[in-house]
């Protein structure tokens, strides 16, 4: 018998690749932090013997959830400023707030809270786009989460850097000291076209040539910014991205809310992936994306919860039911973003945005064993029909048991190993009552 790690047997086990539905039957053999084989219970116990294992009668085993969008840090903002469109949002309770308490010590404390809610929802890694991406970084390590770090770029200063020289050189530092984190990687961020320059932008396409990086970018969010840079310019936004020969496949486009049918063409041609964001886009009204058009070109559509401040959870099972439902209303359409589109959209789809498809998203033998336990028992599942129906229309993050990231068992039947969650609710309380007393 070759000795393993752990040996996970659930009822359901959902691959995601190659395709999306749920296999009985079948248990998960983990070694060296990585996905041995998916394979009959029986054959399993016949061939190996595991350090661990764990078994979990009433769930369905699935991959990590990838939330292709997030500004961490800025989960201290819950509840800061709702019910507000995003410009008023952003000038008058957001920007006030963070230049006045912008450091260090706010990120890291706002990322470990939403490492914290993430992680125990299900959620394995997360792509990030805010100030201080390098203790961004940390903090996901110390956790034991996967974390793509958004070297954040504006031509805006900020305490973070005063000018698009700084915000690069202290990006490319970030990511040459990379190299030795087996669970973080880094994107360019430039934060959106309305804050950029070209000229910024042309450096950032280089680099990311040659560096084979993402560049991860809010655009289209709203009307009203395309509006605007017509005006300025004569251009819609994507366009100049286009002239400037960023939108190929490292772009990952975020929130996508105003296309015109060229523009999908245009982005599908590329081989460009869309962030969609839907409940923070209901929130702030900004307008909704055009899913089902956008995945009938051949777009790869990943999921984001964008930040908390917009959201306000960091909730990717709200999300794909999100997706699903608004997708299907967008599109006239209620077979459009049907449950196993929906389920590859939080997984698979994130995995390939973020250039990372190699390593997580599917449960494929070689790959990270990023891997969730979701347990379909409570009386709101039953009669059980169609796990899948039940992962996209009727679970809740609070139905995940187990979290496993490259192996380690982060969460253990609900429990937070590696956290100090009465540390991290104490914080948060005290820059609650900073950021508020900021913005009164
Ligand atoms: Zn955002």
Known sequence: MQPIDALICPRWIVRVEPKVHAEEGLALAINGGRILEVLPVAEAERRFAPAARHDRPNHVLMPGLVNAHCHAPMTLMRGLADDMPLEQWLRERIWPAESRWMGPELV???????????????????????FYPDVVGEVAAEAGMRAVLGMIALDLPTAWAADADEYLRKGLELHDRLRSEPLLTAAFAPHAPYT?????????????????????MHVHETAAEVAEAVALTGRRPLRRLEALGLVTPALIGVHATQLEPAEIDMLANAGASVVHCPRSNLKLASGMCPVAALQKAGVNVALGTDGAASNNRL??????????LVGKFVASDATA??????LAMATINGARALNLADEIGSLVRGKAADVICVDLSGVEHQPLLDPLSELVYAASRHDVTDVWVAGEHLITRRE????????????AGRWGQRLRGTTE
């Open 315 to 324: 909730d990717l099972w709200a999300e794909m039911q999100t997706a699903a």
């Open 196 to 216: 950029v320059k070209d000229a910024t932008l042309n450096r950032i396409r280089l680099l990311a040539d040659e560096l084979e990086v993402p560049i991860h």
């Open 337 to 342: 973003v049907a449950a196993t589109e929906a």
């Open 416 to 427: 937070a190993v590696r956290l100090d969650l009465p540390a991290i609710t104490a914080a």
């Open 108 to 130: 890291a404390d706002g990322t470990r809270l939403a490492v914290a809610e993430m992680l125990a929802g299900g959620i394995t890694c997360f792509s990030d786009m805010y």
